[in-house]
């Protein structure tokens, strides 16, 4: 990137400096905005404007003000893009709608003090010139953004390297993860916003269109590389009950659902058929044996394999939210199936944060309360492939999903995801979840099974693309085939080996190495 002068000591007349309170309503609009690119992906161009919108309106303050507008800017952007939570919290937790309604606008404004701190670090540390200020914005964005992804269990949702799935960006996937196309996106956006090349006549104008030729371009070289290789090729059948959410664990509904999931798992046509999460709301035990043992008699003696999920434990050792796979080689094992359970717990949902039963007694929400499973647990082994299941929204935390790929010979060659996203309704959560499945794809270049209640149940390969899917929001099954794959995309390696620290330290070290000098004289 070029490392032009600031404009403003340039000579270069400079855009007006608004008032802060105007500044805060722009920003937080470009902050909204940006969120219809996590829902379609032919909008990813719009965080790249919004962060450089936000980079130039941070230029012109001080510290404080910086950061009033990195709080405006995250918290509408957080808002837009998760106001879903409060059909969770009202219509299906039974929250009063106004004690909903302020729930999501704290969780929103509390997530975003990360970025309105990076934006006061960026305004107190930037130099004036633009491509080591962009550098600078970029790094602080990422180290924003990987504060909000771990920092109280994380919640990272709608991380801005999610809205480039679709885009050139999403080639550098392999090789630095969501958060590194994020911060890529945020110095691009900067040395945009801060050169300001339309002030700089022809010149500036080819020195901005190489730059972006240069990142993007890269992109797509950087997305031909090929990491993995084919394994084999399984048919497979995934299951979508779509089972309203205030239905799902009502008596007098569980004899109509449970019929409807073991008809369709017993007459499924796929080598391996998938259900959802807690598609059986109820331990094995506690179940109707014309249920349970049925599936095990059948999958125990033929040639498929079914993964369901279901809660599991007792009274004495706690309950886990988890995956039981069934197959001819688990009916050797105690309880007749392989178990998987959840390790990345959601807070409020499945476990309760130190000091905060009080808010969890005004809710309505069953099973509220889980044990952790392990980070490393083993895939599950059928037709020559290792299936990896993971539970709902834990194919947001990537890193943890890497922790599986420390020994290569014993690496995933599938994920299935099973999750149930009626909490939300018929909501942009359905197509924000699928973004992030498909990154998870991009990143390890492996295929994702995803088998969920109302959607988006679909299969999606290795390179992202979605090859077989189910109308969210109706009841059915998926026929489809997915290929494993072998082999290990750097980011594979090093987050198996490191965790996010690399990228902690590539934004740390980029502060440390950016910031200081002497202070730009601020525009009025």
Same mark, same amino acid.
């Given at each position: 990137?070029?490392?032009?002068?600031?404009?403003?000591?340039?000579?270069?007349?400079?855009?007006?400096?608004?008032?802060?309170?105007?500044?805060?309503?722009?920003?937080?609009?470009?902050?909204?905005? $940006?969120?219809?690119?996590?829902?379609?992906?032919?909008?990813?161009?719009?965080?790249?404007?919004?962060?450089?919108?936000?980079?130039?309106?941070?230029?012109?303050?001080?510290?404080?003000?910086?950061?009033?507008?990195?709080?405006?800017?995250?918290?509408?952007?957080? @808002?837009?893009?998760?106001?879903?939570? /409060?059909?969770?919290?009202?219509?299906?937790?039974?929250?009063?709608?106004?004690?909903?309604?302020?729930?999501?606008?704290?969780?929103?404004?509390?997530?975003?003090?990360?970025?309105?701190?990076?934006?006061?670090?960026?305004?107190?540390?930037?130099?004036?010139?633009?491509?080591?200020?962009?550098?600078?914005?970029?790094?602080?964005?990422?180290?924003?953004?990987?504060?909000?992804?771990?920092?109280?269990?994380?919640?990272?949702? +709608?991380?801005?390297?999610?809205?480039?799935?679709?885009?050139?960006?999403?080639?550098?996937?392999?090789?630095?993860?969501?958060?590194?196309?994020?911060?890529?996106?945020?110095?691009?956006?900067?040395?945009?916003?801060?050169?300001?090349?339309?002030?700089? @006549?022809?010149?500036?104008?080819?020195?901005?269109?190489?730059? *972006?030729?240069?990142?993007?371009?890269?992109?797509?070289?950087?997305?031909?590389?090929?990491?993995?290789?084919?394994?084999?090729?399984?048919?497979?059948?995934?299951? $979508?009950?779509?089972?309203? $959410?205030?239905?799902?664990?009502? *008596?007098?509904?569980?004899?109509?659902?449970?019929?409807?999931?073991?008809?369709?798992?017993?007459?499924?046509?796929?080598?391996?058929?998938?259900?959802?999460?807690?598609?059986?709301?109820?331990?094995?035990? $506690?179940?109707?044996?014309?249920?349970?043992?049925?599936?095990?008699?059948?999958?125990?003696?033929?040639?498929?394999?079914?993964?369901?999920?279901?809660?599991? @434990?007792?009274?004495?050792?706690?309950?886990?939210?988890?995956?039981?796979?069934?197959?001819?080689?688990?009916?050797?094992?105690?309880?007749?199936?392989?178990?998987?359970?959840?390790?990345?717990?959601?807070?409020?949902?499945?476990?309760?944060?130190?000091?905060?039963?009080?808010?969890?007694?005004?809710?309505?929400?069953?099973?509220?309360?889980?044990?952790?499973?392990?980070?490393?647990?083993?895939?599950?082994?059928?037709?020559?492939?290792? +299936?990896?299941?993971?539970?709902?929204?834990?194919?947001?935390?990537?890193?943890?999903?890497?922790?599986?790929?420390?020994?290569?010979?014993?690496?995933?060659?599938?994920?299935?995801?099973?999750?149930?996203?009626?909490?939300?309704?018929?909501?942009?959560?359905?197509?924000?979840?699928?973004?992030?499945?498909?990154?998870?794809?991009?990143? /390890?270049?492996?295929?994702?099974?995803?088998?969920?209640?109302?959607?988006?149940?679909?299969?999606?390969?290795?390179?992202?693309?979605?090859?077989?899917?189910?109308?969210?929001?109706?009841?059915?099954?998926?026929?489809?085939?997915?290929?494993?794959?072998?082999?290990?995309?750097?980011?594979?390696?090093?987050?198996?080996?490191?965790?996010?620290?690399?990228?902690?330290?590539?934004?740390?070290?980029?502060?440390?190495?950016?910031?200081?000098?002497?202070?730009?004289?601020?525009?009025?």
């Amino acid at each position: 990137m070029n490392a032009a002068v600031d404009p403003a000591r340039a000579g270069h007349r400079p855009l007006p400096r608004l008032p802060l309170a105007l500044d805060a309503a722009l920003v937080a609009l470009a902050g909204a905005l $940006q969120t219809c690119a996590f829902v379609t992906t032919a909008a990813w161009p719009l965080p790249l404007l919004a962060a450089a919108l936000l980079a130039d309106r941070a230029s012109r303050r001080p510290p404080l003000g910086a950061a009033a507008l990195g709080l405006a800017f995250g918290s509408a952007w957080l @808002g837009a893009g998760t106001w879903w939570l /409060f059909v969770s919290l009202h219509r299906y937790g039974g929250l009063p709608a106004w004690m909903a309604v302020i729930a999501v606008a704290l969780l929103s404004i509390l997530l975003s003090a990360y970025l309105a701190l990076a934006m006061a670090g960026f305004a107190r540390w930037r130099s004036g010139r633009a491509g080591r200020d962009a550098l600078l914005f970029a790094a602080v964005w990422l180290l924003a953004e990987l504060a909000r992804a771990v920092i109280f269990t994380g919640f990272p949702w +709608i991380a801005s390297g999610y809205a480039q799935v679709d885009s050139p960006l999403a080639g550098y996937a392999p090789w630095v993860g969501v958060y590194g196309i994020g911060w890529i996106g945020a110095a691009l956006a900067a040395w945009l916003a801060l050169s300001r090349p339309w002030l700089r @006549g022809w010149r500036g104008g080819t020195i901005a269109a190489g730059g *972006v030729a240069v990142v993007l371009g890269g992109g797509v070289v950087a997305g031909l590389a090929q990491f993995s290789e084919a394994g084999n090729r399984l048919t497979v059948t995934l299951l $979508q009950g779509n089972v309203p $959410q205030d239905e799902k664990f009502a *008596v007098e509904r569980l004899p109509e659902t449970m019929a409807w999931t073991r008809g369709q798992l017993l007459a499924a046509r796929g080598a391996l058929v998938v259900a959802p999460e807690t598609v059986i709301p109820l331990l094995p035990e $506690q179940l109707d044996p014309a249920d349970w043992q049925p599936l095990l008699d059948h999958f125990h003696q033929g040639a498929q394999a079914a993964i369901v999920g279901l809660p599991l @434990g007792n009274e004495a050792v706690g309950y886990t939210n988890s995956a039981a796979a069934i197959s001819a080689a688990t009916s050797g094992l105690t309880d007749g199936y392989y178990r998987y359970d959840k390790h990345h717990l959601v807070p409020f949902g499945e476990f309760i944060p130190t000091g905060f039963r009080w808010f969890t007694r005004l809710m309505n929400i069953p099973l509220g309360d889980f044990n952790r499973g392990g980070l490393d647990q083993p895939s599950f082994a059928f037709g020559g492939e290792r +299936i990896a299941p993971n539970i709902c929204y834990e194919d947001l935390f990537g890193e943890e999903l890497a922790a599986r790929f420390a020994d290569p010979a014993k690496a995933p060659t599938i994920f299935a995801n099973i999750s149930n996203i009626a909490w939300f309704g018929q909501t942009s959560a359905v197509e924000q979840h699928l973004q992030i499945s498909r990154m998870r794809t991009l990143e /390890f270049q492996r295929p994702m099974l995803r088998a969920t209640n109302t959607g988006a149940t679909v299969v999606i390969d290795h390179r992202g693309h979605v090859t077989a899917a189910l109308a969210p929001y109706t009841q059915g099954t998926l026929d489809g085939s997915v290929e494993g794959r072998r082999g290990l995309t750097p980011f594979a390696r090093w987050a198996a080996a490191f965790g996010l620290w690399p990228a902690w330290l590539l934004g740390a070290g980029l502060v440390l190495a950016l910031a200081g000098g002497t202070r730009p004289r601020i525009e009025r």
